[in-house]
Nanobody, 121 residues
Framework: QVQLVESGGGLVQPGGSLRLSCAASGSISSIYVMGWYRQAPGKQRELVATITNGGATNYAEPVKGRFTISRGDAKNTAYLQMNSLKPEDTAVYYC???????????????WGQGTQVTVSS
């Protein structure tokens, strides 16, 4: 059983910073990609940023230059450093990972439970 657990959400003023963390646990053979998606009220879930096991990163245009995704030394954790936050960044942020487990020949997508980020004065 694979679990992704996020932490670090909260309320912050415009221009402030937050750091989200995601930890993957369970019976894991390989983690190919980790990342973050977000979903604002009334909107579809959208990509925020991803990072591969080789360190290649990808960012959505609205967050480029403000958000930084990274992996922990143990490679089963991912972090999203969010700076210069704007009210439009308000959303539930979901951790995402592409993981292969020992019992499977193919990797699958896994999601965390989500953490609320609210940017408001």
């Amino acid at each position: 059983q694979v679990q992704l657990v996020e932490s670090g959400g909260g309320l912050v003023q415009p221009g402030g910073s937050l750091r989200l963390s995601c930890a993957a646990s369970g019976s894991i053979s390989s983690i190919y990609v980790m990342g973050w998606y977000r979903q604002a009220p009334g909107k579809q879930r959208e990509l925020v940023a991803t990072i591969t096991n080789g360190g290649a990163t990808n960012y959505a245009e609205p967050v480029k230059g403000r958000f930084t995704i990274s992996r922990g030394d143990a490679k089963n954790t991912a972090y999203l450093q969010m700076n210069s936050l704007k009210p439009e960044d308000t959303a539930v942020y979901y951790c995402y990972a592409v993981i292969k487990v020992p019992a499977s020949t193919s990797p699958y997508n896994y999601w965390g439970q989500g953490t609320q980020v609210t940017v408001s004065s």
